[in-house]
């Protein structure tokens, strides 16, 4: 599944009592995704984008907690001058699931517009 289809899927809240994800299901899905996200000791996505200005870049911070809140999936957000670090993980399980991947894609779109 490319990028492109993990962007069109939403993402479904944890509940919790689920495993993370690790694996060859963990590696698969980051291969999908495949835009310079880091998985950080198999827990969380980490990835920084670089601005020209601070507008620029809370302008993208802006359009990441609109996406957060249209999905009920909430990351966590740095914004710098001309820099903005968003780091995804499901807090209910310490771990990564599907829809932390899917919102990452949702994210790459929002950086490609911006």
């Known amino acids: 599944m490319p990028m492109a289809d993990l962007a069109k899927k939403e993402c479904v809240p944890c509940k919790g009592g689920v495993p993370p994800l690790q694996g060859e299901e963990l590696a698969r899905l980051h291969a999908e995704l495949n835009s310079g996200w880091e998985l950080a000791d198999e827990q969380r996505l980490e990835k920084t984008y670089k601005f020209p200005n601070f507008a620029e870049a809370l302008k993208f911070t802006n359009a990441v907690g609109h996406i957060a809140e249209e999905q009920d999936h909430h990351p966590d957000i740095h914004l710098a001058y001309g820099k ?3 780091e995804i993980w499901t807090h ?3 771990g990564l699931t599907e829809s932390d991947f899917v919102f990452a894609a949702k994210v790459e779109e929002a950086a ?3």
């Open 92 to 94: 209910k399980i310490n």
């Open 84 to 86: 903005v670090r968003v």
């Open 112 to 114: 490609a517009k911006a």
